[in-house]
């Protein structure tokens, strides 16, 4: 819904921001890592993601795209929810997670507060193939097969599509197609005939 926030920094503090865009002021939860780029800012712009749940919107901020990339992906895997990636981002900085899930650091992982042994090996195990690392520690982007994917899925289960049945089908689309470029449209065009 929105893509990022910038306007004065009316208030910070180590978990919460509140931004003033325009005379309206937004709260977001933010991470430690953060809280330490902006709060000796006057101005600030934060990327946002906005968790939706039955009883709350809850807005979070970030200073870099690519600590709300890494969030995001941190909140597919079963049992970390928003309110742990942040805390996983307030432990350790993006390009630490990043390190700990693509090496297998489990113990670093475990360190966290609120994360178990078998969070952190399942987090290993289900983004350890969609973090990248390169020379400088910073987070790439997904090859472009992987990003594709991703916003296939997204795109299916924003149009009622369980998950799981939208992975299933995605999957046999892309190994029938083997060795096809295709789009992001191409693949849930595919996929809407599969299910």
């Given at each position: 819904?929105?893509a990022y926030?910038?306007?004065?920094?009316?208030?910070?503090?180590?978990?919460?921001?509140?931004?003033?865009?325009?005379?309206?002021?937004?709260?977001?939860?933010?991470?430690?890592?953060?809280?330490?780029?902006?709060?000796k800012?006057k101005?600030?712009?934060?990327?946002?993601?906005?968790?939706?749940?039955?009883?709350?919107?809850?807005?979070?901020?970030?200073a870099?795209?690519?600590?709300k990339?890494?969030?995001?992906?941190?909140?597919?895997?079963?049992?970390?929810?928003?309110?742990?990636?942040?805390?996983?981002?307030?432990?350790?900085?993006?390009?630490?997670?990043?390190?700990a899930?693509?090496?297998?650091?489990?113990?670093l992982?475990?360190?966290?507060?609120?994360?178990?042994?078998?969070?952190?090996?399942?987090?290993v195990?289900?983004?350890?193939?969609?973090?990248?690392?390169?020379?400088?520690?910073?987070?790439?982007?997904?090859?472009?097969?992987?990003?594709?994917?991703?916003?296939?899925?997204?795109?299916?289960?924003?149009?009622?599509?369980?998950?799981?049945?939208?992975?299933?089908?995605?999957?046999?689309?892309?190994?029938?197609?083997?060795?096809?470029?295709?789009?992001?449209?191409?693949?849930?065009?595919?996929?809407?005939?599969?299910?």
């Amino acid at each position: 819904m929105y893509a990022y926030l910038k306007g004065t920094l009316a208030s910070c503090t180590p978990t919460q921001a509140i931004i003033d865009v325009a005379g309206v002021g937004y709260a977001l939860h933010i991470s430690l890592h953060t809280y330490e780029k902006i709060s000796k800012s006057k101005e600030a712009q934060l990327f946002t993601y906005l968790w939706v749940k039955d009883d709350a919107l809850t807005l979070f901020g970030f200073a870099e795209a690519e600590e709300k990339a890494i969030f995001e992906l941190m909140i597919t895997v079963s049992g970390v929810g928003p309110n742990i990636a942040r805390t996983v981002l307030s432990t350790l900085s993006p390009a630490e997670v990043v390190g700990a899930i693509s090496t297998g650091n489990v113990p670093l992982l475990k360190s966290v507060k609120g994360i178990g042994a078998k969070t952190a090996q399942r987090m290993v195990l289900e983004l350890q193939d969609k973090v990248l690392k390169d020379s400088n520690g910073s987070i790439q982007n997904m090859p472009a097969a992987q990003q594709h994917k991703e916003e296939a899925i997204s795109a299916l289960t924003m149009l009622g599509f369980a998950r799981n049945a939208a992975e299933k089908a995605l999957a046999n689309v892309i190994k029938e197609n083997a060795g096809e470029d295709l789009s992001v449209e191409k693949l849930i065009k595919l996929t809407l005939k599969a299910i």
